[in-house]
């Protein structure tokens, strides 16, 4: 209650409260000094039931009434308190200027003035204990007794709790706002357009060496004007309740280069109708080193596709070389022991004649089996369809089921690489099955649809397990895969509706300017 001395104004006397409106029968005894004022009574009684704490004193500082809300406030009982001096629920310290001031209020014209006008207001409890309170005096007139009389009664509230509150309320703010600062993501807040807030990270983001580079500026100033639409528009859906997603998108640093941002949009209804938080994560690394491992990813199936490549082609170099020279030789060296004429007499050299031209005849067979598997001559030769019709008859013998074929009369104008493709998916199908399918029947189609050619496989056997179909390379399926990959097509695998195994693969008739098989030398950025 230590002020300055007032200055001459006019001000409103504090509000009483509802509770003085309380009938004075219902409320308990008056703690004041004893008056016969009827009237006087009667408003000592609404004082006293105020939930506000209330004191009132005379010219000479003496408290003359003190309400049980004022009683709890300073901890004092009303035998204490009344007739007491006034300065005894003031600070030592702030007592001669407080005293200067209620005596200045008392000079003045005014009725009534808030004594926190001029700064806090320090009150003593009985214990020693200081507090803040907000404080308003209001001058009374009264006719008693002895005449005309002046009293003030000051109105006094406890600001302590509300200074605990604000002193957490700062403290949360500050604790908030640093964990805003060093966030490792860019974080801003835009009131409207306008950037309010930015901490650290968002700084060394665009590059500004102080808050007030970018405080004021407009959000769009440092966004790509493609983007100014779909920020607008998850802006506006945010402040009408929705969620929106996060968004990518460039924006142009203080030093002219671009940074791709991955936006996140927030409304913040606490703070106003148009304040939003916008929380900026820098992907630009992220971005280059996903396209540097695509390019890896693209260099490895190229090379990939160059070492299939090499393999088809040392397989044709070794098939050809079996078959003309090896072969050719041992088909001279049959015809040399066919033409041996041996003696008649000698029944053991016809024995021995007949034993090396079997084995010759098994030397042959072998060298064109194994010409075969490396690279079949009819693939060269005669084409697709009729190395997949002798590959299924093969197999069909040798697993003793039969094989349905379905192929175009006239074959799809495939380039070399594409057959052999399919011709080895075929041969690496009808070896899955082999092994695991345990199938009593097979079919196969080949045929040209538009400009795909669609190669399918299908088995009456146990199908694909669970995890086959889960699994990338299940089952020996991935080199199926990576050459339907390598050539611009697809690979499907599945269990047909009839039961058995399904295997689809789609490629385009040429091999598409994506395939590694079309690509050149030169890695493209």
């Known amino acids: ?97 407080h005293a200067a001031h209620v005596r200045g209020f008392a000079d003045s014209e005014c009725m009534g003035m808030s004594m926190s006008a001029r700064g806090p207001v320090l009150g003593l409890r009985s214990n020693g204990e200081e507090f803040e309170l907000e404080a308003s005096i209001t001058r009374v007139d009264s006719m008693g007794p002895k005449g005309r009389q002046t009293h003030y009664t000051a109105l006094l509230r406890d600001l302590s709790s509300e200074q605990a509150l604000k002193t957490s309320l700062t403290a949360y703010r500050d604790q908030m706002r640093s964990i805003f600062e060093r966030a490792p993501v860019a974080i801003w807040i835009a009131d409207g357009e306008s950037i309010v807030f930015a901490n650290q990270t968002s700084l060394r983001l665009f ?50 280069s671009v940074r791709e941002l991955e936006i996140a949009i927030a409304a913040m209804p606490d703070h106003g109708e148009q304040i939003v938080q916008m929380v900026l994560a820098d992907v630009t690394e992220h971005t280059r080193e996903n396209a540097a491992l695509e390019r890896s990813r693209r260099q490895l199936r190229r090379l990939a596709a160059r070492l299939v490549q090499a393999r088809e082609d040392e397989r044709r170099h070794i098939a050809r070389e079996l078959h003309d020279e090896l072969g050719q030789q041992l088909t001279a060296l049959k015809m040399e022991l066919s033409s041996l004429q041996p003696d008649a007499a000698v029944d053991h050299w016809q024995a021995r004649m007949a034993q090396m031209t079997h084995m010759v005849d098994a030397t042959v067979a072998s060298v064109r089996r194994i010409a075969k598997d490396l690279r079949p001559a009819m693939l060269d030769d005669l084409g697709l369809n009729a190395a997949i019709e002798s590959l299924a008859n093969d197999t069909a013998r040798r697993l003793g089921i039969p094989i349905t074929l379905e192929l175009d009369e006239t074959q799809p104008p495939l380039q070399d690489a594409t057959a052999t493709a399919l011709y080895r998916m075929v041969q690496e199908a009808l070896t899955n099955i082999a092994r695991h399918a345990h199938a009593s029947q097979v079919s196969i189609s080949l045929r040209q649809v538009e400009d795909q050619v669609h190669l399918t496989l299908q088995d009456d056997g146990v199908g694909f397990s669970a995890q086959a179909l889960a699994s990338e390379g299940g089952n020996g399926l991935v080199g199926i895969r990576e050459r339907a990959y390598m050539l611009g097509g697809d690979l499907h695998v599945g269990n047909a509706a009839q039961g058995g195994g399904l295997l689809s693969v789609r490629l385009p008739l040429g091999s598409p300017p994506q395939s590694p098989l079309a690509a050149n030398d030169h890695e493209t950025a």
């Open 207 to 256: 590059g500004a060496a102080t808050a007030q580079e970018l405080l004021g500026r407009s959000i769009f100033e440092l966004l790509q004007p493609k983007s100014h639409a779909l920020v607008r528009r998850q802006v506006k859906a945010v402040l009408a309740g929705d969620t929106a997603e996060p968004i990518r998108e460039c924006i142009a640093a203080l030093d002219g």
């Open 1 to 97: 209650m230590n002020g300055q001395p007032a200055d001459k104004q006019s001000t409103t006397a504090a509000p009483v409260s509802a509770a003085a409106l309380t009938p004075a029968a219902s409320v308990a005894p008056v703690a004041s000094l004893k008056t016969r004022d009827p009237f006087d009574l009667v408003r000592k009684a609404a004082i006293h039931a105020a939930l506000e704490a209330v004191i009132t004193f005379d010219a000479d500082q003496r408290v003359v009434m003190i309400n049980p809300a004022a009683q709890t406030l300073f901890r004092v009982s009303a035998d204490d308190a009344l007739g007491a001096d006034l300065q005894r629920f003031i600070p030592a310290r702030l007592r001669t200027a």
